[in-house]
């Protein structure tokens, strides 16, 4: 956790029972969540919620119902005061061709609050950190399509924000690009102290660069954790072998180990629940007696994608019976 | 990155741009003041009008605003140098020659060219490149949005209604011996010239900002424009000349064009349009029909930028 005030001081970001309809459609269903500062990854499938809730944290969304409280700020009736501090980069490409970056930076920045000059000044830092050089002062229309997403992080963080909200920021690019982006937005983080939540369905980007996730599907909580937390080891120890493996289940329940169904090469391994214990020793042993060619003898992690098996739900769900508390 | 090593075994990356490297001089934070609206809207204001001319664009965009703004203040240059010819023979006031109360008639064509073709312009670029989620997530209201653009295009306008009038005052004043006499004649002007060019200015700017702001297609836009300031004319001209009955005749005050001549007939206090004349319609009705079509545009534009999807 990047900021070791975070439990005596507000949340950056306090959602509480939030509802939103888009008529019959409920896009947000009572979310209630804290975000303390870092960079957040929001992960969720396609129309699982993020936009729509990226949308009302900034005030371009009134939500149906509940509470929304950002930096102190109610986006819905504190719009224009807050969004002098949030910078927002939407999912999709918002930038007029026939003007130059240096020239839409600089009314962004101007639109969110800074005097003229200070936004011609920032605009050339930020176009600078962002990686544009001479072609700043040519139009976007000739860009390519990683250079405008490079404008469009600019753009966002023109004005020194303290929350940046990116949506799907590396769509469109290719895998150098994406690279390139995620280092930028790392650094963005970290160096430049911004609070950042990032929305992405990707969830090796978002294990790339956050260290806080906050997943929701179907516009509800399925869990917000330290990413440490989602990628942990788990309680099973896999056991493969190049041939046996009947004779290794019967003796290893033999000698009390639970056995677990389910994946992985079917007559090849074995996944064995470790309730607490360190049984290794016990494996090997069976192993040995039985005179079996033992390939490997593995402690499970948990791997974001995981996040999202049912299996791994359950468990997470009942593990943690208080979801969006960080503190 | 340490992954990137791992990657190496893959096909090899193209080689980074020498663009996309990150020059390593540090961030620096802000703690100054942080405006708001009254700035964010000077700021759309001020980009909407330079838009509106061609300022900061190609030099193809300049075109257009360039000829609307030209060709009127040429006309009154050209009344000018003819006063100017006629008093050499003696000729002190050419009663022939247009003058304040004539520049509408003449000026408004231009100014329907000028709004028909960058309201589109300030309007339809952001819908179509969706660059109103960026301006909605800054410093300001969809509504400052929406009169910033009014006040634009406005301001625009009345540049290209004034210049006219203003050659004309600075061209009587240079001309004549008896300096203060024309001044006063030329002041007494200036209230119907401010009156009426600013009813016409926020009425033309408004109907077309309205259009704009429903069709995201800047040819269809345009085109929907240039219908609406022309073809309720064909209408009112038919309407009348069929004489289907006293109520029929107060069409004339759907026309925008019409009731802008009225208007400005009101403010100077001469004759109307032929076409009025023949409806016989007060030209009250028509500055009346002109200030409601003004502030009617407003609402409706400010209310679509309420609800637009961003």
Known sequence: ?327 | MTTGADRLTAPPPPPPAPAGSIYDIGYRGYDGPRLGRRHAFATLFVGGLRATFGLGRSGRAKIIPAFCLALPALTAVVIVAMSAFASRFGISDLAVLPGHPDMAGSTGTFVVILVAVQAPELLGRDVRYRVLSLYFSRALLRVDYALAKLAALTTAALVVLLVPHVILTIGAVLLTSDVLGVLGREAGFWPAIVGSTVVMAVAMAGVALVIAAFIARRAYATVAIFAVFIVPAIIVAVVLALELGAASRYIVLFDVGTAIDAANAWFFGVAPTEVWKIASVPVAFGLVASIVMAIGSCAILVQRYRTIVA
Do not use: W
């Not at chain 1, 280092?183 to 929305?199: D, H, K, M, P, S």
């Not at chain 1, 994608?305 to 508390?325: H, I």
């Open chain 1, 1 to 327: 956790m990047l900021d070791p005030n975070a439990g005596t001081r507000p949340p950056l970001i306090r959602v509480e029972a939030l509802t939103k309809r888009f008529g019959g459609i409920v896009a947000l269903d009572a979310l209630t969540l804290d975000v303390a500062p870092g960079i957040v990854g929001l992960v969720g499938a396609n129309g699982a919620g993020k936009s729509t809730l990226l949308k009302i944290l900034l005030g371009l969304l009134a939500p149906t119902s509940g509470r929304v409280e950002v930096m102190g700020y109610i986006p819905e009736t504190q719009g224009t005061l807050l969004r002098r501090f949030v910078g927002y980069m939407p999912e999709h490409p918002a930038l007029p061709p026939d003007v130059s970056a240096t020239e839409f930076v600089a009314q962004a920045g101007r639109l969110s609050g800074l005097p003229a000059k200070v936004a011609r000044e920032r605009t050339a830092d930020v176009l600078r950190h962002v990686g544009l050089a001479e072609e700043r002062y040519r139009a976007i229309g000739g860009y390519s399509t990683g250079m405008r997403q490079r404008v469009q992080l600019a753009q966002a963080i023109v004005h020194d924000p303290r929350l940046l909200l990116l949506d799907e920021p590396t769509n469109g690019l290719d895998p150098a690009g994406r690279d390139e982006m995620l280092g930028l937005i790392r650094r963005t983080g970290t160096e430049f102290g911004i609070a950042i939540v990032l929305a992405s369905h990707l969830l090796g980007e978002i294990e790339e660069v956050c260290d806080h996730l906050v997943a929701i599907d179907g516009g509800r909580l399925l869990r917000s954790a330290p990413m440490a937390d989602f990628t942990a080891e788990t309680g099973i120890l896999t056991v493969e072998v190049e041939e046996g493996r009947d004779a290794l289940v019967a003796g290893l329940a033999a000698r009390g180990l639970r056995i677990l169904e389910g994946s992985g090469v079917p007559d090849r391994t074995v996944r064995i629940a470790l309730d607490g214990g360190a049984p290794f020793d016990v494996v090997r042993d069976t192993v040995a007696d039985l005179g079996l060619p033992l390939v490997r003898m593995e402690r499970g992690r948990h791997s974001l994608e995981d996040l999202f098996r049912d299996d791994v739900l359950a468990e997470a769900t009942s593990t943690r019976p208080v979801p969006g508390a960080r503190a």
